[in-house]
């Protein structure tokens, strides 16, 4: 069976305060939204159905805010063990403990996903001082208790060219899994992005430092989808290699095989762009997901760039970044892409 992921925030409070964080960017901290036990057994509801109607296994990546925070966060693990479901974390390293982290493997959870942006002093400047320290010394503690860990990298203009040598202390650490996602801008900040060049630029780098330490216990994702174009370019990706269909075989899940699901139960194609298309707690989600608004997420011939473009069923950029970049347009040409269409 196929899986569907599910990013849900289950509240919005959190006790860092990191720059690039869309819930900050939006002001709304100013009172934090949290759902409440009657609303998450709704959502689990929904989900179950989502399944039975769909085929496809849900993935649960359950996160905030810090969803240690929740007053009702192990209650719902609980309830999600007894369905089976895959379950991840992602949270901050503050109160993770060896306790909870045994007692969140009881209940099903498998990986936990922690962020550093940056070495030291950029990820302190970037999230908290002290920060970069406390996220380093839990990989261990999680470990000891079953968990896989991954490093997520946001990577930006502040910070993407200290991301190879931080590749070399996510291996030292022991990470099990490193993988980069690019920051999203607002019209405002677009300067923050990479020029294409420069992200090209990074791309190799830590290519070649995925290769130096290849056999490390480190995995390295190539989850960025411009990887896609620079494993192209480098004769190490084929599309002749794939049917001659109208199948999508990779890229943006968004419209494809992803749901984010906020605390006020809003459901969003994309939680990295404007693309509320429902809310979890009133709409079927099946219905949703093969509904008109999500089939606007699924309109490939419209992004200006990529339907030119022979990685369109592979890659397709990322139009969250587009959107941001253009000032609300998903459709538009991501600004770090640095191939020419012929």
Same mark, same amino acid.
Request: aromatic letters at 14%.
């Given at each position: 069976?196929?899986?569907?992921?599910?990013?849900?925030?289950?509240?919005?409070?959190?006790?860092?305060?990191?720059?690039?964080?869309?819930?900050?960017?939006?002001?709304?901290?100013?009172?934090?939204?949290?759902?409440?036990?009657?609303?998450?057994?709704?959502?689990?509801?929904?989900?179950? =159905?989502?399944?039975?109607?769909?085929?496809?296994?849900?993935?649960?990546?359950?996160?905030?805010?810090?969803?240690?925070?929740?007053?009702?966060?192990?209650?719902?693990?609980?309830?999600?063990?007894?369905?089976?479901?895959?379950?991840?974390?992602?949270?901050?390293?503050?109160?993770?403990?060896?306790?909870?982290?045994?007692?969140?493997?009881?209940?099903?959870?498998?990986?936990?996903?922690?962020?550093?942006?940056?070495?030291?002093?950029?990820?302190?400047?970037?999230?908290?001082?002290?920060?970069?320290?406390? =996220?380093?010394?839990?990989?261990?503690?999680?470990?000891?208790?079953?968990?896989?860990?991954?490093?997520?990298?946001?990577?930006?203009? #502040?910070?993407?060219?200290?991301?190879?040598?931080?590749?070399?202390?996510?291996?030292?650490?022991?990470?099990?899994?490193?993988?980069?996602?690019?920051?999203?801008?607002?019209?405002?900040?677009?300067?923050?992005?990479?020029?294409?060049?420069?992200?090209?630029?990074?791309?190799?780098?830590?290519?070649?430092?995925?290769?130096?330490?290849?056999?490390?216990?480190?995995?390295?994702?190539?989850?960025?989808?411009? #990887?896609?174009? %620079?494993?192209?370019?480098?004769?190490?990706?084929?599309?002749?290699?794939?049917?001659?269909?109208?199948?999508?075989?990779?890229?943006?899940?968004?419209?494809?095989?992803?749901? =984010?699901?906020?605390?006020?139960?809003?459901? %969003?194609?994309?939680?990295?762009?404007?693309?509320?298309?429902?809310?979890?707690?009133?709409?079927?989600? %099946?219905?949703?997901? =093969?509904?008109?608004?999500?089939?606007?997420?699924?309109?490939?011939?419209?992004?200006?760039?990529?339907?030119?473009?022979?990685?369109?069923?592979?890659?397709?950029?990322?139009?969250?970044?587009?959107?941001?970049?253009?000032?609300?347009?998903?459709?538009?040409?991501?600004?770090?892409?640095?191939?020419?269409?012929?």
């Amino acid at each position: 069976m196929k899986y569907f992921s599910f990013q849900w925030h289950i509240t919005e409070e959190c006790d860092q305060r990191c720059k690039h964080c869309y819930i900050y960017a939006l002001g709304s901290h100013a009172k934090f939204k949290m759902m409440t036990l009657d609303q998450m057994d709704k959502v689990i509801e929904n989900i179950e =159905t989502f399944k039975k109607k769909s085929n496809r296994e849900p993935y649960l990546y359950i996160t905030g805010g810090d969803p240690i925070l929740h007053p009702q966060f192990w209650n719902l693990l609980e309830k999600i063990k007894i369905k089976g479901w895959k379950i991840a974390i992602l949270g901050n390293p503050f109160h993770i403990t060896l306790e909870n982290s045994k007692k969140m493997y009881e209940c099903g959870v498998r990986k936990y996903q922690l962020s550093l942006d940056g070495l030291k002093e950029t990820h302190d400047r970037i999230r908290q001082i002290g920060s970069y320290d406390e =996220t380093i010394s839990k990989v261990k503690v999680l470990q000891q208790a079953g968990i896989q860990v991954a490093c997520m990298t946001t990577v930006s203009k #502040w910070n993407y060219k200290e991301i190879p040598d931080l590749v070399d202390e996510v291996v030292k650490a022991n990470f099990d899994i490193f993988a980069f996602a690019r920051y999203c801008p607002s019209f405002k900040d677009r300067d923050v992005c990479c020029a294409p060049q420069e992200y090209k630029w990074l791309l190799s780098e830590c290519d070649k430092k995925f290769m130096q330490y290849k056999d490390s216990n480190t995995y390295f994702s190539y989850k960025d989808h411009l #990887w896609t174009l %620079y494993l192209y370019e480098q004769g190490r990706f084929n599309p002749k290699d794939y049917p001659d269909d109208d199948y999508v075989y990779d890229g943006c899940n968004c419209g494809n095989a992803h749901f =984010t699901i906020l605390s006020d139960g809003s459901c %969003y194609a994309c939680r990295r762009m404007e693309s509320k298309v429902g809310n979890a707690l009133e709409d079927d989600l %099946y219905d949703l997901f =093969t509904g008109p608004k999500m089939d606007e997420y699924r309109i490939y011939e419209k992004f200006e760039k990529c339907s030119k473009c022979p990685l369109l069923r592979f890659c397709r950029g990322c139009p969250a970044v587009a959107y941001g970049y253009s000032g609300g347009n998903m459709y538009a040409v991501d600004p770090e892409c640095w191939y020419e269409v012929k």
